[in-house]
């Protein structure tokens, strides 16, 4: 398993290499902040609201944008210098830390259980998570739905070691998912809410009861301890994204929905099982992140030990 870890890391920080090369032109750059995102979330809102490139222009710096298909990837392009700032769910940062990554977290979302789940294709057999014992069971590695797996099957009592963990991004998941090749689907929103309108695919379990998933905002240690005041206005103005967002979830899917490639209706179902709130650490999350962190330690997921509170930025650090 510990190879198998190993093998992983070193293709990720390979193909991170060519998004570092990609903006290796801001390396030079002193004025400059470098934030990694996803096709879906509130750095995507705050993007395409424009709002963060004058507050911090009139500090003297701009604002360069680089975009990852998933939470693994951008923070492996942190811990290489890549990117200054970036968002994922829980668990990418719980590897990232395991292998060494200088990350720190500065803020999160409050828990959105339903924003991931177990799907089945709406004709299977199976009925609850117990029924996943031996069967294949799609997932992004490394992602938010590998600790929701690991955690449905503790409480239905099957082990991790039952089920036949298939590997796979996003877009491959759903099309081995559609075709047969899975049994299962464990996938965030919003292709959770693409693939239960587009196949009507059931849920077995949701977060609720057995995750928090959270989303966690980023940066390196260096960054935060050489600009404390950059990263209190970007969490400034992504708080006032999320502000908009939550008074109003039918403009913000209007908004998304092209970007993302889905439907306005489909987007807004996504939205309504997001959290919003972009908010301090917490000695409750941070315990709660520590958690996830110890859950994978057991299962040989994560190679050593970590500490969560050794890399949270606290309220007025």
Do not use: C
């Not at 390396?27 to 509130?42: A, L, P």
């Not at 720190?104 to 089945?120: D, F, H, S």
């Not at 294949?136 to 009592?157: I, R, T």
């Not at 919003?276 to 994978?296: C, N, S, W």
């Amino acid at each position: 398993m510990r190879r198998i870890i190993q093998r992983l890391i070193a293709a990720i920080v390979l193909s991170i290499g060519i998004v570092a090369a990609a903006v290796g032109t801001s390396y030079g750059q002193d004025k400059v902040v470098r934030i990694g995102y996803q096709k879906y979330g509130k750095l995507v809102l705050l993007k395409s609201k424009g709002t963060l490139e004058p507050k911090l222009a009139a500090v003297g710096y701009k604002v360069v944008w680089t975009e990852f298909p998933s939470g693994p990837p951008l923070l492996e392009a942190l811990n290489v210098g890549a990117i200054d700032f970036g968002n994922t769910g829980e668990a990418p940062p719980i590897f990232a830390q395991a292998a060494g990554a200088p990350i720190q977290y500065v803020a999160y979302e409050p828990p959105a259980p339903k924003g991931e789940a177990i799907l089945v294709p709406k004709d299977s057999p199976l009925k609850s998570v117990a029924d996943l014992k031996g069967k294949k069971v799609a997932l992004n590695k490394g992602s938010n739905v590998h600790y929701l797996l690991v955690k449905a099957l503790e409480k239905a009592g099957v082990k991790y070691s039952e089920i036949e963990p298939v590997f796979l991004a996003p877009a491959d998941a759903r099309a081995a998912f559609e075709r047969g090749a899975v049994d299962a689907w464990v996938i965030w929103d919003p292709f959770q809410a693409a693939a239960e309108a587009a196949t009507e695919a059931r849920t077995l379990a949701d977060g609720t009861d057995i995750v928090a998933n959270y989303q966690f905002y980023f940066s390196s240690k260096k960054f935060v301890e050489a600009n404390p005041a950059v990263i209190d206005a970007v969490l400034a103005e992504l708080s006032a994204v999320d502000d908009w967002a939550k008074g109003d979830i039918h403009a913000v899917a209007e908004q998304l929905a092209p970007s993302i490639g889905l439907s306005v209706p489909v987007v807004e179902v996504a939205l309504k099982r997001q959290s919003y709130g972009i908010k301090p650490l917490t000695d409750a999350v941070i315990a709660d992140q520590q958690r996830v962190a110890d859950a994978f330690l057991a299962l040989n997921l994560i190679p050593k030990s970590i500490n969560i509170s050794d890399v949270a930025r606290k309220p007025g650090s």
